[in-house]
């Protein structure tokens, strides 16, 4: 990382004059001499000092500086008198020896010129260079191709520009006050990071430019709600790229608050004209973002960052997005505002039913029938009644892109390891979002006709058969050995109903698996032929485990007794006898 000083040297002539850089005056012909001389009283140090020269300002300004005295004659007329003094060369090696490189550059007449003069000036810049420019004598086109070549470099060779300065030198005005311009090259930075934020969300490039600028005042106050409106700005799009539409400190919603909060704050504040440069710049940026400032919902969250991200190309966000908003929106419409928020609800319920609807139109299953399986929700019947309401709504529409942009988002997330053949690309992403927009349109219009709870509840009649009121004692402990306790919890499982013995096979150590499984089939039928509202099932445990399964999916509550056991000591003739009483204590359903 060097630090460089460059300055185009002009053709020659000049008159003499003050030149004023913060509190220091230096009179010269050479607004170079006045600037070196101040670099080396302030203690400034350069790698590398580059003079710029044209055929005539070599001529007439690097070993010589040669300039034309004007004095009347004492008949009136005017006397042109040649002088010289110490050139640029030899004066810049008494300050800074061996610092100093020469550069030839062309006239500047024509495109070819200019070309060379571009290439000229960035060749002389290297990899990480800190560059001061001084534009003074640069002839007209010099300084206009001087902001496309930092710029041109800032790219290819990460340089940065500490300085720009300008002699705005006009006869008969002193002193001359050299100008650092460095600010006008910093607005294109401002400029162009406000593009690229627009165009890509990252807002990488405005936070670090204002910090920059921030740390370098010394009034920090004045330029303080700007910079917290960079932070946040920079927190919202964090969140917009990493999908966090969560209720956290660094949610959407949460960032997008604080960020307009500080515009606010940004916008009433008294600005001089310098800052209201680049607080217009970042006015423009946080434009973009003006959709995330207002109350939203979850589902009205999702459908805004989707559309935010569709515009920039964001594909991965965008069906993250789109797949959430989905499941906000219903937890929405069948629920209230605040269900989005709760997690057993969106995840375990809203999200299985949509889940388990999309399978069966894949496996051209019956939905009622696959989500009976889904325990979260087939336990619960306010669940399965909402489940029925639900499948009556999806029933009115088009459905398979639900899954398309599940299966997308997963892809994608999942590194491309999950195989699917839906295509990938902008316009089916276009497509996906317009056809949640019309899915929303679909169930908002169709809400006041969704089927009651009465309704859904005759339905699931149909699929659940009433269950006799008998309590199957599936073991090898007879019901007429059980204690009161056992057998009055058994006929509160079935309101006071009848309990039943079958008894548990005694099965041979001998036995395969193929005999296991004939074993188990046998008496699940014959407990299934009885359709009982419980079963106790106990005894050896791959039969257990087969019949347990086949009757649970059948509809049929499995349980198992629980139980603790107590130590009686008893002592006769001096010896103790130890005797385990086993106490029944609850029934446990298998899951």
């Known amino acids: 990382m060097a630090k460089v000083f460059m300055t185009v040297v002009g053709m020659g002539g000049y008159d003499e004059a003050t030149y ?9 012909r050479s607004i170079q001499k006045a600037l070196l001389t101040y670099f080396k009283d302030t203690g400034r140090e350069f790698d590398k000092i580059v003079f710029l020269l044209t055929e005539k300002a070599r001529e007439n300004n690097w070993e010589k500086v040669k300039y034309t005295e004007r004095k009347k004659a ?9 002088h010289e003094e110490e050139g640029l060369r030899s004066f810049t090696e008494k300050l800074f020896p061996g610092k100093a490189v020469d550069k030839n550059i062309a006239d500047g007449v024509n495109d070819n010129d200019f070309l060379s003069i571009f290439q000229q000036i960035y060749e002389s810049m290297d990899e990480n260079d800190e560059i001061t420019f001084d534009v003074t004598n640069g002839f007209r086109s010099i300084p206009f191709l001087f902001y496309p070549v930092i710029s041109y470099a800032k790219e290819l060779k990460n340089i940065t520009i500490d300085n720009i300065y300008y002699g705005p030198y006009v006869r008969g005005i002193n002193p001359t006050v050299i100008l650092d311009l460095q600010k006008y090259g910093e607005i294109l930075d401002w400029a162009n990071a406000a593009h690229i934020f627009r165009i890509s969300g990252n807002a990488k490039e405005i936070l670090q430019l204002s910090q920059k600028r921030y740390n370098g005042l010394e009034e920090k106050d004045s330029f303080g709600e700007s910079q917290q409106a960079s932070k946040w700005l920079s927190s919202l799009t964090e969140a917009l ?3 966090r539409g ?3 400190k660094e949610s959407i919603s949460k960032s997008a608050r604080k960020l307009f909060q500080s515009r606010s704050k940004m916008e009433s504040s008294s600005r001089n004209k310098e800052y209201m440069l680049f607080d217009e710049l970042l006015k423009h940026a946080l434009d973009s973002v003006s959709e995330f400032n207002k109350d939203m919902n979850h589902y009205e969250l999702g459908m805004h960052t989707a559309e935010w991200c569709i515009e920039r190309g964001l594909v991965q966000q965008a069906y993250t997005a789109l797949r959430e908003a989905h499941i906000s929106y219903l937890c929405y419409a069948f629920g209230d505002n605040n269900a989005a928020l709760d997690k ?3 995840g375990k319920v809203i999200t299985a039913i949509l889940n388990t609807y999309m399978t069966s139109l894949e496996r051209k299953t019956d939905p009622i029938q696959d989500i009976k399986k889904v325990k979260a929700v087939s336990e619960n019947e306010k669940y399965m009644i909402l489940a029925v309401k639900m499948f009556s709504i999806f029933d009115k529409t088009q459905m398979s892109f639900v899954q398309q942009i599940r299966d997308i988002r997963n892809k994608i997330n ?7 053949s839906v295509r990938i690309d902008m316009e089916n992403l276009k497509i996906h979002y317009n056809n949640t927009v019309e899915f929303i349109k679909m169930v908002e219009e169709n809400k006041c006709s969704i089927m009651s709870d009465d309704e859904a509840r005759s339905i699931l009649n149909q699929y659940v058969p009433k269950r006799n009121n008998i309590f199957v004692n ?3 402990h007879p019901s007429k050995n059980w204690g009161n306790e056992q057998i009055s919890a058994a006929k509160r499982i079935v309101s006071g109903g009848s309990i039943v013995d079958i008894a548990f096979p005694q099965v041979s150590g001998d036995a395969d698996e193929s005999e296991i499984s004939r074993t188990a089939d046998k008496y699940a039928k014959e407990i299934i032929s009885l359709n009982p509202s419980a079963v106790m099932c106990q ?3 791959g039969i257990c485990l087969e019949v347990v399964t086949t009757l649970k999916n059948n509809g049929i509550k499995v349980l198992y007794s629980c139980s603790e056991r107590k130590t009686v000591e008893t002592v006769i003739d001096n010896i103790t006898e130890k005797t385990s009483v086993f106490k029944f204590v609850r029934f446990r359903e298998y899951n």
């Open 20 to 28: 004023r850089i913060g509190d220091n005056e230096y009179t010269n």
């Open 74 to 82: 004492d008949d009136g007329s005017e006397l042109k008198i040649p």
């Open 241 to 243: 790229l990493t999908c």
């Open 246 to 248: 969560d209720d956290s």
């Open 344 to 346: 057993d609800f969106r």
């Open 414 to 420: 999942h590194f491309f390891m999950n195989k699917n």
């Open 474 to 476: 599936f073991s090898n």
């Open 539 to 541: 005894g050896e445990f």
